[in-house]
């Protein structure tokens, strides 16, 4: 299924045009981009440059008006709803700026959520969920609800939960946008260390200071891609 | 398989985890489908139970008779001055010999009955005298607990012989053996022969007035009518005391029809025969038959009007569900939105709304069976009325609150399941 030359991202000239009736408007307008595996790329625009719609697409939350755009050998244009929903469980691991932890559940519950539907044993997901607690450091914290953490360990039991399904992919949000200078730099210590253990890593920031710990970074400004090093 | 289990396991999990987390709110939802279940269980209960009662009195009364009785007309009523006074009405020994011979009838057993005093050593207490002949043990159903009944010999050698009721042998011989002991009618004596077995009373609930069996005495119409003759004498409380005799020949005929498919026409006949007989409305037709058929008409309008009022509230109680499912949708948009970027699929999420929304209803079910079945023992405790409760209201109740979960729990679920994660994700 993968391209000989491993490329977990493939896009082909992906358009995403909003149709508002009177005017179009073109979040993005050509996009060409290939992203390999073990790759830490970072994506940099202002607000409205068209990045947050890019993320949707790469997560496979949105399809692409135009254009290919290939996830692991996978054309996404041809799925529907439930297909997205079976790759975005398996392929990808999603942080996000806000940590989005579900409130009702604890940090391990809230850790084994992708693994919910997948139908995986009660057993094997709070085997795998402490694991990944484990790991993000948050071992003694198995039980609390997230409203009894701190941004910064929230942030990482929304890490954990990106990891547990072993997604071909991390996509972060601005994962250190709600946190402190001290905190932000931690979670990205965390993030460069996922990639040095192999994971691929696309992070999507306004901050030139995040976007530093990419091998590459993109930039973007409205809808195109501007610069590329 | 296994998968599908811990799934299942989980979503339960997470519904009674949700439900419990907003105990105030999941309770108010739910106490339209306990009340609309309660009252549909409780009023089947009491519904069943006084149609249970009228079959039970209709059975006692015999579905194959028909019961002729002497009733005093109103204009028979006396002046105020006058301090003695006679009425005369009722069932004649014409009416008698005239119903005997239609041809359905296949038995007619004429009564005399007074309420007198019995005694018996220094203990008394006021019963009914019902003179009648041994035929009668056969039409009214009547049980022996000890003893024999009337015979024909009885009537013909017109014996002093009684077969007390019940609730007689139970004030007047508690403790000793009633047979061959000697009791007092006004000055006459008679010996117990028999004792009947126990009657349920009737409430007036069924349409009938209320009379106990159980304190009627059985004597040779024979012996009744040389010791007591056709005069009923009583004493009316009044600015004048008197005394007011009235005269009857008959006070009842119990008529057994020898095929149930004629007793209409027959008593029809019976009726012909009286109207022409007697000027004034003296008596009075009883068809039991005719009576369990209204019971039964009676009893599906009440039916369908316990079922209007029951759907109406469970609907209620549905929309209500649905109302608060809908705030919990929008108020778990970001949850929603979540589970979706997580790879949820739309059939998850209906699935636990929806699963939600039928252990809510369910629970309201639950509870609603639980006070459902405490309101009639409660209403048979302290209105003495008979309650049955049907083990079908209970499972139809239940099934109906489910399914009213269901459909209304669908709408929102739905509406959960196909939110824009987008959007659902940065919904604040």
């Given at each position: 299924m993968r391209d000989q030359n491993n490329s977990i991202i493939v896009m082909k000239g992906v358009k995403k045009i909003y149709d508002l009736g009177e005017v179009k408007v073109f979040a993005l307008k050509n996009i060409n981009l290939e992203i390999k595996e073990k790759e830490h790329i970072s994506i940099m625009g202002p607000s409205g440059s068209g990045k947050t719609t890019l993320l949707n697409i790469m997560g496979c939350l949105d399809k692409p008006t135009d254009g290919e755009y290939f996830l692991d050998g996978i054309n996404i244009n041809q799925l529907d709803d439930d297909h997205l929903s079976e790759i975005r469980n398996k392929k990808i691991g999603f942080i996000f700026q806000n940590y989005n932890l579900i409130p009702q559940l604890n940090v391990i519950e809230n850790i084994g959520l992708p693994l919910i539907y997948r139908g995986v044993n009660e057993k094997e997901i709070t085997e795998k969920s402490k694991y990944y607690a484990n790991l993000v450091g948050l071992g003694d914290r198995l039980y609390h609800r997230p409203t009894e953490l701190s941004g910064g360990q929230q942030q990482r039991v929304a890490i954990a939960r990106a990891l547990v399904n072993e997604p071909v992919m991390i996509l972060g949000d601005e994962?250190?946008?709600?946190?402190?200078t001290k905190t932000g730099k931690e979670i990205m210590e965390i993030i460069k260390k996922l990639n040095e253990m192999g994971r691929t890593i696309v992070i999507i920031t306004h901050d030139p200071k995040v976007a530093e710990y990419g091998e590459r970074v993109v930039k973007i400004l409205d809808g195109e891609i501007i610069d590329e090093r | 398989m296994k998968g599908k289990f811990y799934y299942l396991f989980r979503i339960i999990k997470i519904g009674i985890k949700n439900i419990f987390l907003h105990k105030l709110r999941s309770f108010l939802t739910i106490l339209g489908i306990v009340f609309g279940v309660a009252s549909v269980i409780a009023m089947l209960a009491i519904g069943e139970g006084a149609s249970y009662e009228a079959r039970e009195k209709i059975k006692e009364l015999g579905s194959q008779n028909i019961i002729i009785r002497s009733v005093k007309p109103p204009e028979t009523r006396i002046t105020q001055e006058a301090t003695t006074f006679v009425s005369v009405y009722g069932l004649l020994e014409n009416d008698y010999k005239m119903i005997k011979?239609?041809?359905?009838?296949?038995l007619i057993v004429p009564t005399w009955e007074m309420k007198e005093e019995i005694r018996y050593m220094e203990k008394n207490l006021k019963g009914r005298i019902v003179c009648t002949y041994p035929e009668y043990k056969e039409v009214m159903n009547i049980g022996l607990e000890m003893g024999r009944f009337l015979t024909q010999i009885d009537v013909e050698l017109i014996q002093p012989y009684a077969v007390i009721g019940y609730s007689i042998r139970k004030s007047l011989f508690p403790t000793e053996d009633p047979i061959g002991k000697t009791i007092t009618i006004r000055n006459y004596s008679f010996k117990v022969i028999g004792v009947a077995k126990e009657k349920g009373i009737m409430t007036g609930?069924?349409?009938?007035a209320a009379e106990d069996v159980n304190f009627d005495i059985y004597i040779p119409f024979t012996t009744g009518r040389s010791y007591f003759g056709e005069f009923e004498i009583g004493s009316k409380e009044g600015p004048v005391m008197r005394w007011e005799r009235n005269w009857v020949e008959y006070h009842r005929f119990i008529v057994r029809v020898s095929?149930?498919?004629k007793i209409l026409t027959t008593s029809a006949i019976i009726e012909n025969i009286l109207k022409t007989n007697h000027?004034?409305?003296?008596y009075e037709i009883l068809v039991p038959l005719q009576l369990l058929l209204q019971a039964e008409h009676t009893k599906r309008i009440f039916n369908i009007v316990l079922g209007s009022i029951a759907a109406i509230s469970l609907v209620v109680g549905g929309i209500g569900i649905m109302n608060i499912m809908l705030a919990t949708v929008t108020e778990r948009t970001r949850e929603i939105g979540i589970r979706r970027a997580v790879g949820a699929k739309r059939k998850d999420i209906i699935n636990q709304f929806l699963l939600e929304t039928v252990i809510l209803s369910s629970v309201g079910g639950f509870i609603g069976i639980l006070i459902g079945v405490l309101i009639p023992k409660l209403v048979t405790k302290f209105a003495g009325m008979t309650t049955v409760i049907t083990w079908w209201s209970i499972v139809l109740s239940f099934t109906i609150s489910v399914g009213v979960g269901i459909t209304f729990g669908i709408y929102p679920a739905r509406k959960a399941a196909y939110l824009d994660p987008i959007q659902a994700l940065r919904y604040e």
């Open positions: 994962p250190t946008g709600n946190l402190d | 011979t239609i041809p359905s009838v296949e609930t069924t349409g009938f095929n149930p498919d000027r004034k409305e003296d």
